[in-house]
Nanobody, 123 residues
Framework: QVQLVESGGGLVQAGGSLRLSCAASGRTFRRYAMGWFRQAPGKEREFVAAISWSGGSIIYADSMKGRFTISRDNAKNTVYLQMNSLEPEDTAVYYC????????????????WGQGTQVTVSS
C-alpha cells in the first residue's frame, strides 16, 4: 500500500508559478507510475500529467503542455509538478495518484490517491 501526501499549493497571481510535491510512503514507490489530476468546483476530475516508474515516459493534457512539468525522484519517493504561466482557469484542488497498470490519463485506473492541495490563481 502507498500513502500519498501533496504539498506546495497556495494562492498565486496569474502568470506566476508553483511547484507541487507528492511524498509517498513505502518502499514500493518505484513500482508505480504517478499522475497528477485536478478538480475544480462543480467539474469532473481532470487529467494533468503522468510519469512512468522510470521517468522515461511522460504525458500531459494538451492544455498543460509547455506550462507544466512532471518529474519524480525515486530516491526521495517524491513526484513533482512544476506549474508555470498559471491562469485563473488552473484554480482547482490538485491530486497525485499512483498507478500499477492501465491508462495514464484515466483517473478510474489509479489505485491510490492523496488528499489534494488547493491551488488558487487570481486574475
Amino acid at each position: 500500500q502507498v500513502q500519498l501526501v501533496e504539498s506546495g499549493g497556495g494562492l498565486v497571481q496569474a502568470g506566476g508559478s508553483l511547484r507541487l510535491s507528492c511524498a509517498a510512503s513505502g518502499r514500493t514507490f518505484r513500482r508505480y507510475a504517478m499522475g497528477w489530476f485536478r478538480q475544480a468546483p462543480g467539474k469532473e476530475r481532470e487529467f494533468v500529467a503522468a510519469i512512468s516508474w522510470s521517468g522515461g515516459s511522460i504525458i500531459y493534457a494538451d492544455s498543460m503542455k509547455g506550462r507544466f512539468t512532471i518529474s519524480r525522484d525515486n530516491a526521495k519517493n517524491t513526484v513533482y509538478l512544476q506549474m508555470n504561466s498559471l491562469e485563473p482557469e488552473d484554480t482547482a484542488v490538485y491530486y497525485c495518484a499512483a498507478l500499477t497498470g492501465g491508462s495514464y490519463s484515466d483517473y478510474r485506473e489509479y489505485d491510490y490517491w492523496g488528499q489534494g492541495t488547493q491551488v488558487t490563481v487570481s486574475s
